[in-house]
């Protein structure tokens, strides 16, 4: 079935550093890709979504590549900020089911 | 996308007991799913929900636990039945929108229940 890997956490970073969380997946077909956000105390905010080969999502300064060879879609920013800190969760949706398939999540903190 | 309200926010109850959660979006659409996250841990669908139709539950989860309405295209409920400390988690629910070319699925804040 299908599966999502994520780069486990959590991950710690300063201020203005470079940020990549690792997402790599397993899937029938060619799914849609995306990258939700979960803000502590909230509920799940899309961040990017990727639909098909080399297509590049991107969003308030984030951006993931769907690369169908390496069957990845890492998330990177190229300076992040605090507000930055939270959950970041990869998932797919593939061929005809609707439904999510979510990895487990990267707890990301970002220090001043 | 959408606004999607739920209520409660949170709750905390008592074993034994049954919290029905509510989603409301906006706009009228037709596939609701509902999700559970545990604390610590990423998202499993419990179900579909689809306006007209029985809801259509995944492996585990079963209908006289979690029994879901959808009377209409805006609104949907999930009950927690027969409450125990292992059902405290976050309830999710998601609306599915065409964003571009792509249906893409959006979701409510959530719903904090701890079972005590």
């Known amino acids: 079935g299908d599966s999502v890997t994520q780069m486990e956490g959590p991950v710690t970073l300063s201020e203005e550093a470079f940020l990549t969380i690792n997402c790599t997946y397993t899937?029938?077909?060619?799914?849609?890709l995306f990258w939700y956000v979960q803000y502590p105390g909230e509920g799940l905010q899309l961040l990017l979504k990727?639909?098909?080969?080399?297509d590049k999502g991107s969003n308030k300064g984030f951006e993931a590549t769907y690369r169908k060879e390496t069957t990845s879609f890492h998330l990177e920013k190229g300076s992040v900020q605090v507000s930055d800190s939270a959950v970041y969760f990869c998932?797919?949706?593939?061929?005809?089911?609707?439904?999510?398939?979510f990895g487990s999540g990267t707890q990301l903190t970002v220090l001043p | 996308s959408a606004v999607i309200s739920q209520k409660p926010s949170r709750d905390i109850c008592q074993r034994g007991t049954s919290l029905t959660i509510q989603c409301q979006v906006d706009?009228?659409?037709?596939?609701m799913f509902w999700y559970r996250q545990q604390p610590g841990q990423s998202l499993t669908l419990i179900a579909t929900?689809?306006?007209?139709?029985?809801?259509?539950?995944e492996s585990g989860f079963v209908i006289d636990k979690f029994p879901i309405s959808r009377p209409n295209l805006t609104f949907s409920t999930l009950t927690v039945s027969n409450m125990s400390p292992e059902d405290s988690s976050i309830y999710l629910c998601?609306?599915?929108?065409?964003?571009?070319?792509?249906?893409?699925?959006?979701f409510g804040p959530g719903t904090r229940l701890l079972v005590l």
């Open positions: 998601s609306v599915e929108f065409l964003a571009g070319d792509q249906e893409t699925q959006y």
């Open positions: 899937a029938t077909g060619y799914p849609s």
């Open positions: 990727a639909t098909k080969a080399d």
């Open positions: 998932a797919l949706a593939s061929g005809s089911a609707r439904q999510l398939t």
């Open positions: 706009s009228q659409v037709t596939m």
């Open positions: 929900a689809n306006q007209g139709s029985e809801a259509t539950y």
